[in-house]
């Protein structure tokens, strides 16, 4: 047979919203813009709005569609994330989907005991090595709020240890604009200038607004700093359900997508063109514990319909998966885990953070990493459809096969069982009499050494010589 | 020399059957023992995947890969093989017992005893008891292995061994079993000799119960 024009392969791909649900959630956004209204604290961004056309009235800046509509049209459809060693490795562009940890907790179980301790510096730094070398995982965030530094300064630190653990790029989080003017001073040392940064950023920062409708004076600053540098930003506001926003996961789309589209206008208003991340948070709170839930089904959900959203407008979008209300590794961790990766996958969410995280957050865990790398990996494979080719189809080996004997010892089987099939490495398919042999080590186990293999052998490298000077220029001058 | 034997087994290993096909056939060339080739060359090299593959290290077709190496070599060297120095493991009578028609992982254990220098008589799948016996007579085996895929099937393993007893063979084998539903305590529990629970433990087993 001459060589015939393949078949195109079909990657599975979910839709949570159809084109009339976007557009009712689209209109109802636009009235919570326009009549409903939202207090901004920050004088400079109230401001701009009214001199964009927004106006006042009941103490509320109310926003016209005009307004809304010419900002969504000035912010760029992708953003280029590098490394920091200035290569590009995070295009988050319709249909790719990458993967990293969260930010911030307070928490972390311990690698040696086990046991749910307050975080460390050091846990930041640990985790980026371990993000570094787990080739699943595509950014880092900190995981700790460190506990052993000046609390006015964590962020700073975490920070710092962040950037010196990995060279990935990363989504940071600052306290204020005092904060993020140092990182902004570390990172163009990275970078080796302004202008280098701009082109090649390995940074993004994540703030939010306060749900429902509240812009509070630092988290508008630092949206506002990083639009006037032109360096990428994300402000996905947290409406969780029965929380922050509606009980009902329609009405937390409508008030988020709300919220996230004043944080693109501002961007836009400084400097049109600012690479701008478009998403939300819409978890469940739970009506029992009150908690913000990382694993309920609201999550999945919410995020594919935000994700609709997102492509409906032509925005890259930021979402969340991998993470867990379970405070230890079990099966609970493992089914959150799991239909929340799938589901980033199947809507093509662009930056998915979050992974490794136990106890809705306030935990962190590095076995929770390294299992969610397997997760990933393994849903992966499912996204890469089934492949109908000639070699695939295996013609001739089904030919010549004898009825019952199996195709295990078959040419076809030994050509090209390498990329056939999926191969697992933490999951465990040994005979039970091998399994036992090797301890009869579950899966946190298996994961507790992997984590240990990989922090004993990852070599990074480090940060730059006047990176490092000016990491002890601002502390120095924090300390003081 | 060492160093050819050396990379026969190693070639081997890779799988790489046209180059173990040549390099025996230099080997030979150069005058070696084929006894010696087969030893270790060729078995050397198999056992070094038996010892990989149950260490966990190799996957099943990089298993058979070296195995079909295995053949091209002993295509090669077979000929020259005298009497006293062909596979020297012993004769094995291995099938999938009466009932059950299945045949992978029974093949994959004649493959990996094969790749050990067993010589293996393959009866197949769905053997009946009397089968068994008439190989064992005919072929006079230090071994026979079964294999049953089905709780169904299983039983059939102890119908054969009744049968060997009945014919008044059993005495000069020893009997193996293998399969999804099979442990220790069954071997035991039916008169077996060992139970293999993979195919590389198989040649092991094999080995011990050969000696």
Redesign the interface.
């Known amino acids: 047979m001459t060589v015939q024009i393949p078949i195109e392969t079909l990657h599975p791909t979910m839709r949570m919203l159809s084109d009339e649900q976007i557009r009712a959630i689209h209109h109802t956004s636009l009235d919570i813009l326009e009549r409903t209204g939202i207090v901004m604290v920050h004088e400079a961004a109230r401001a701009l709005l009214l001199e964009a056309g927004a106006w006042e009235s009941d103490g509320r800046i109310k926003i016209p569609e005009r307004v809304v509509m010419s900002a969504i049209g000035l912010a760029p459809s992708r953003i280029l994330m590098h490394n920091r060693l200035g290569q590009l490795t995070m295009p988050l562009e319709e249909g790719k989907v990458f993967f990293g940890t969260g930010s911030d907790c307070p928490f972390t179980l311990d690698l040696e005991s086990g046991a749910r301790r307050p975080s460390r510096v050091e846990d930041a730094q640990r985790f980026a090595r371990l993000c570094d070398g787990l080739e699943q995982i595509d950014f880092c965030m900190t995981m700790a709020s460190a506990s052993d530094v000046p609390v006015q300064d964590h962020y700073l630190h975490d920070f710092v240890a962040m950037i010196r653990g990995s060279v990935k790029p990363n989504v940071y989080t600052a306290r204020d604009r005092a904060d993020i003017e140092d990182i902004y001073r570390i990172a163009c040392a990275v970078a080796g200038g302004e202008a280098e940064l701009r082109e090649k950023p390995f940074l993004m920062l994540y703030a939010e607004s306060i749900s429902p409708l509240l812009y509070n004076e630092d988290s508008v600053g630092k949206l506002l700093f990083c639009a006037e540098k032109g360096i990428p930003v994300t402000y996905p506001p947290s409406p969780n359900t029965g929380g922050g926003g509606p009980v009902t996961l329609a009405g937390s789309l409508a008030l988020g997508n709300a919220e996230c589209l004043v944080g693109l206008i501002l961007a836009q208003l400084v400097r049109p063109g600012t690479p701008f991340l478009y998403g939300m948070n819409t978890a469940a709170l739970d009506m029992k514990s009150a908690i913000v839930s990382y694993g309920a089904p609201e999550w999945p959900t919410g995020m594919a319909a935000w994700c609709d959203l997102a492509r409906w407008y032509g925005l890259p979008v930021w979402g969340a998966a991998g993470a867990s209300d379970s405070k230890v590794i079990d099966t609970q961790a493992g089914i959150e885990a799991t239909v929340t990766v799938m589901a980033a996958f199947l809507t093509r969410c662009n930056l998915v953070h979050d992974v490794g995280y136990i106890e809705y957050g306030t935990t962190s865990s590095m076995e929770m990493v390294v299992i969610a790398d397997e997760i990933i990996r393994d849903v992966r494979y499912m996204m890469g459809g089934v492949e109908v080719s000639e070699r695939t189809l295996a013609r001739e080996a089904i030919d010549r096969a ?1 009825p ?3 195709f ?2 078959d040419d076809h ?2 050509s090209h ?2 990329w056939a099939q999926w ?1 697992p490495d933490l999951i465990d398919r ?5 399994w036992v042999a090797r301890g009869k080590k579950d899966m946190a186990t298996r994961a507790n050494e992997r984590v240990h293999k990989i922090l004993a052998t990852r070599e990074v490298p480090p940060l730059p010589v006047e990176a490092e000077e000016a990491v002890a220029e601002v502390l120095a001058r924090r300390s003081a | 020399m060492a160093d050819l034997l050396e990379k026969i087994a190693s070639r081997l290993y890779e799988g790489e059957d046209e180059e173990v096909a040549e390099l025996v056939q230099g080997a030979l060339d150069k005058g070696l023992a084929p006894g010696v080739i087969l030893q270790e060359g060729l078995i050397a090299g198999m056992d070094q995947v038996g010892r990989d593959f149950k260490a966990g290290e190799l996957f099943v077709p990089e298993v058979l890969i070296a195995a079909r190496a295995m053949h091209a070599g002993m295509n090669v060297l077979r000929p020259f093989l005298t009497e006293s120095e062909a596979p020297s493991a012993g004769k094995y009578v291995i099938g999938t017992v009466k009932g059950d028609l299945h045949d992978i992982g029974k093949n994959l254990v004649k493959m990996m005893l094969e790749g050990a220098g067993f010589e293996t008589i393959d009866l197949g799948t769905d053997v009946a008891p009397e089968a068994f016996v008439n190989a064992v007579r005919d072929h006079r085996p230090v071994l026979v292995g079964m294999s049953a895929l089905l709780t169904t099937t299983m039983v059939q393993m102890k119908a054969t061994i009744e049968a060997l007893e009945e014919a008044g063979l059993r005495g000069s084998i020893k009997i193996m079993i293998g399969g999804a539903p099979v442990t220790d305590a069954y071997a035991a529990q039916i008169g077996a000799d060992a139970y293999a629970p993979d195919a590389a433990s198989a040649v092991d087993v094999a080995r011990s119960l050969a000696a």
């Open positions: 004898k019952g004997g199996g295990l010892a089987t030994l069982w390498k191969r040994s005979r039970y009499d091998t």
